[in-house]
T-cell receptor
Framework: KAGVTQTPRYLIKTRGQQVTLSCSPI?????VSWYQQTPGQGLQFLFEYFSETQRNKGNFPGRFSGRQFSNSRSEMNVSTLELGDSALYLCASSLELGTRGMNTEAFFGQGTRLTVV | AQSVAQPEDQVNVAEGNPLTVKCTYSVSGNPYLFWYVQYPNRGLQFLLKYITGDNLVKGSYGFEAEFNKSQTSFHLKKPSALVSDSALYFCAVRDWNYGGATNKLIFGTGTLLAVQP
């Protein structure tokens, strides 16, 4: 079974540009979450989608947005890039949306390394 | 608010010796706890999760975790360390969303495990 696929793996952009990152979850998984990883802030939650609906959003500016398609694939977009947006962006997929009665683990992709110059 | 703490930035251990990577948690309600490992320039790999009622949870690659409710800890352990275990380890807890279900994870700061030959 194929894992979570993120494209591209590496990206270099200039300040002020915008970028779109893609994530294909494990087949059958309907929940997709995005995280930003930086040396200074660690792993921070961006947003979460389930069945094409954003269920949860982290504390990031409106320049960060995302969406999920009917096949569960997800994209995240960052507009007006800043130097501080340089990070590893990780996508995670889960079979279902975790509830009080379920302890669903998340499976992560390899990440997209974004460098803003 | 849900949180986890990893008190050690780095743990050094000789190959063949037992290893412990520490994690303490603070939660409202039941603790949904996870351990992940990250190798350089890679995404996170799921190791194991806490299952309610099991104080010793077994996971991938010979790792296990000991849950202690009175000490609010979920320490990762392995009886005999390998050089290939050298990586960054993250403890995580599922967030508590009173408004509904979520797979959002809150991560610790990570512990770098270095296994010397």
């Amino acid at each position: 079974k194929a894992g979570v696929t993120q494209t591209p793996r590496y990206l270099i952009k200039t300040r002020g540009q915008q970028v779109t990152l893609s994530c294909s979850p494990i087949s059958g998984h309907r929940s997709v979450s995005w995280y930003q990883q930086t040396p200074g802030q660690g792993l921070q939650f961006l947003f979460e989608y389930f069945s094409e609906t954003q269920r949860n959003k982290g504390n990031f500016p409106g320049r960060f947005s995302g969406r999920q398609f009917s096949n569960s694939r997800s994209e995240m977009n960052v507009s007006t890039l800043e130097l501080g947006d340089s990070a590893l962006y990780l996508c995670a997929s889960s079979l279902e949306l975790g509830t009080r009665g379920m302890n669903t683990e998340a499976f992560f992709g390899q990440g997209t390394r974004l460098t803003v110059v | 608010a849900q949180s986890v703490a990893q008190p050690e930035d780095q743990v050094n251990v000789a190959e063949g010796n037992p290893l412990t990577v520490k994690c303490t948690y603070s939660v409202s309600g039941n603790p949904y706890l996870f351990w992940y490992v990250q190798y350089p320039n890679r995404g996170l790999q799921f190791l194991l999760k806490y299952i309610t009622g099991d104080n010793l949870v077994k996971g991938s690659y010979g790792f296990e975790a000991e849950f202690n409710k009175s000490q609010t800890s979920f320490h990762l352990k392995k009886p005999s360390a390998l050089v290939s275990d050298s990586a960054l380890y993250f403890c995580a807890v599922r967030d508590w969303n009173y408004g509904g279900a979520t797979n959002k994870l809150i991560f610790g700061t990570g512990t770098l495990l270095a296994v010397q030959p």
